[in-house]
T-cell receptor
């Protein structure tokens, strides 16, 4: 089955700096890659996603890039703010979107 | 904004007891999911449910687990005879016809 690896497990940045979180996947049949943000005491919330027919997608300060050949995708957060502090999960899914395979999560700490 | 809700937020039970975790998916959604996250580990897929039947399940989802949509709004996960290793955060998710899964806040289950 699919295996998603995520790095780093923790990331500490200064407010205003950029943060990058990377994921790799193993199954070339995966074609949908969402990113979720989980704040303390809450469930994962979708922040951005990308389909395999697209190489990059941007939404304000957040962007995701996908390299299908290398089977990796990354989350980029620019101009980080303290409220960006949370655990971020990447995931991969195939055509039916019936099952998400999650990475192990990255705890992002943005220091004021 | 509509959201997935889950009850209870915390559940403590004795090994061997039955537990029922409840979820109210977003009202016009058609696909329903349960995931679990053991402390310090990845979020893992358990089961997907569509049109009143299981569409996919993982190896974790053995005969001790069952799901049900007893009425038009609730979606439940039952664990018949809990084990210590069932202690985890259980997330319910739902989606409409698109690819995005919306997650609830989770139920933290502790089996003693």
């Amino acid at each position: 089955g699919e295996n998603v690896e995520q790095h780093p497990s923790t990331l500490s940045v200064q407010e205003g700096d950029s943060a990058v979180i990377k994921c790799t996947y193993s199954d070339s049949a995966s074609n949908y890659f969402p990113w979720y943000k989980q704040e303390l005491g809450k469930g994962p919330q979708l922040i951005i996603d990308i389909r395999s027919n697209v190489g990059e997608k941007k939404d304000q300060r957040i962007a995701v890039t996908l390299n299908k050949t290398a089977k990796h995708f990354s989350l980029h957060i620019t101009e980080t703010q303290p409220e960006d502090s949370a655990v971020y999960f990447c995931a991969a899914s195939m055509d039916n979107f019936n099952k998400f395979y999650f990475g192990s999560g990255t705890k992002l700490n943005v220091k004021p | 904004e509509p959201e997935v809700t889950q009850t209870p937020s915390h559940q403590v039970t004795q090994m061997g007891q039955e537990v029922i975790l409840r979820c109210v998916p977003i009202s016009n959604h058609l696909y329903f999911y349960w995931y679990r996250q053991i402390l310090g580990q990845k979020v893992e897929f358990l089961v997907s449910f569509y049109n009143n039947e299981i569409s996919e399940k993982s190896e974790i989802f053995d005969d001790q687990f069952s799901v049900e949509r007893p009425d038009g709004s609730n979606f439940t996960l039952k664990i018949r005879s809990t084990k210590l290793e069932d202690s985890a955060m259980y997330f319910c998710a739902s989606r409409a016809s698109g690819e995005t899964q919306y997650f609830g806040p989770g139920t933290r289950l502790l089996v003693l």
